[in-house]
């Protein structure tokens, strides 16, 4: 069964609910969103259908449901994995046996101001114990950027802290951690009933520099998928069975050194990346539909896509709001002229830049030859789309 959520709904995610009939929990804002001709299952009856049978498989399209999940589905383990992976600090705990040396210490908000910087190793990360959209996050690489970085990080607190419920962006405790070292991959996967993980996309999450903590750039292709899959399983069976995930659906975000060390950032639980980017993606790129392959227990031909495509890039972009200007003092974003930035653009998303950070998502493929635009796009601040 799936949850519905807001604040997105993609046209793909509702033409699947609808073609594969998943079954959808009857909830208010499910009814708002989706409308008439969907499975759906009344709360209730969902909930008795998970009391007696614990291994039915759950996901969500927004982290906004968590409360349902913790209110209704108690008698589950669910509610306590999806606290652990949000949690940033507990995540750490969770991980001591796998990575024993590793750096973290939890600080509440109202204490930041009394850090003692020169006790903590540098470079380091510091960000919301749970949070979304690199909200709150940064890399402090020496000592003295520290008072800079503290008093922006309560300027962005100010500015989000009534976007999301308090268990997506809980901006009272942080958690300040070494600098992992390596790329960094998002991967969509989910645990099959025995524990064994199931690869359904592999992205790179490219950078503009050190500094940089933005979602600006993820990029799948064939040769991503051909050189990462086999470690990233090996690595995912470890941490699935040191929390115990069977049926389970996990977005997550690693980092990989040169030495192919892998170590983890964090895990976003029951759901692909957010706001329906993610799994949407992977239809472009390889042609199967990932919401239907958690929901049905199906798993990718890789041999056989990967066989078929060529060197291609596919690329999901987000636009963040980076222009410097404030999203209420903005009058319009010029979409058709992004997209022409492309050569090849999939599909253009708006979304509305007063309401969110954010003015919406592009998908693109790029030949492996002409990677200038997507260099291009990871660098801009965005003005040059904007009307004030």
């Known amino acids: 069964m799936i949850l519905i959520d807001g604040p997105y709904v993609s046209d793909f995610l509702k033409k699947t609910l609808r073609e594969k009939q998943i079954p959808v929990i009857e909830t208010p804002i499910a009814r708002k969103l989706l409308g008439d001709n969907y499975f759906y299952v009344p709360e209730q009856e969902a909930v008795e259908k998970y009391r007696q049978d614990k291994a039915l498989r759950l996901f969500t399209n927004s982290e906004n449901s968590i409360a349902w999940v913790e209110q209704h589905l108690s008698f589950l383990d669910i509610p306590e994995k999806v606290k652990i992976f949000k949690n940033k600090v507990k995540f750490r705990e969770l991980l001591k046996p796998m990575f024993p040396g590793y750096f973290f210490k939890s600080v509440a908000f109202t204490q930041l101001d009394e850090v003692e910087v020169n006790s903590l190793p ?10 979304f959209f690199s909200m709150g996050v940064h890399n402090v690489e020496t000592r003295e950027e520290w008072p800079g970085i503290l008093a922006t990080i309560k300027e962005e607190m ?26 960094e991959y998002a991967v969509d996967c989910y645990f099959s ?8 996309n592999i992205m790179h999450h490219v950078f503009s520099s050190g500094k940089d903590v933005s979602d600006r750039v993820y990029i799948t292709s064939r040769e991503i998928i051909q050189t990462y899959k086999k470690p990233l399983e090996a690595f995912l069976a470890q941490l699935g069975q040191l929390a115990g995930l069977t049926n389970f659906l996990i977005h997550i975000e690693v980092r990989i050194d040169e030495s192919g060390h892998i170590a983890p950032i964090e895990v976003n639980p029951m759901r ?8 949407d993606l992977t239809w472009y790129a390889y042609g199967f539909n990932s919401y239907e392959y958690f929901h049905a227990n199906k798993r990718p031909d890789w041999e056989q896509i990967l066989g078929a495509m060529d060197d291609a890039l596919f690329s999901l972009i987000v636009l963040d709001n980076n222009t ?35 003015f919406g998502f592009v998908f693109t493929q790029t030949p492996k030859s002409h990677t200038e635009e997507l260099d291009r796009i990871l660098i801009s601040n965005l003005r040059e789309f904007v009307t004030e």
């Not at 009933?193 to 359904?200: C, N, Q, R, T």
């Not at 692909?272 to 799994?279: H, S």
Request: proline share 7%; charged share 25%; aromatic share 12%.
């Open 272 to 279: 692909f990346g957010g706001w329906c980017t993610t799994a």
């Open 158 to 183: 100010d500015e989000v802290r009534d976007l999301y419920p308090i268990e997506v962006m809980d901006a009272t405790t942080f958690i300040f951690e070494q600098h992992i070292k390596g790329e």
């Open 122 to 131: 540098v470079p380091f990360v510091i960000k919301p114990a749970v949070g």
């Open 193 to 200: 009933a025995s524990g064994e993980p199931v690869i359904l």
């Open 324 to 358: 410097g200007i404030k999203g209420r003092d903005i009058k319009s974003f010029d979409y058709e002229r992004l997209a022409a930035s492309f050569q090849k653009p999939l599909t253009v998303r708006k979304v509305n830049h007063r309401e969110f950070p954010l």
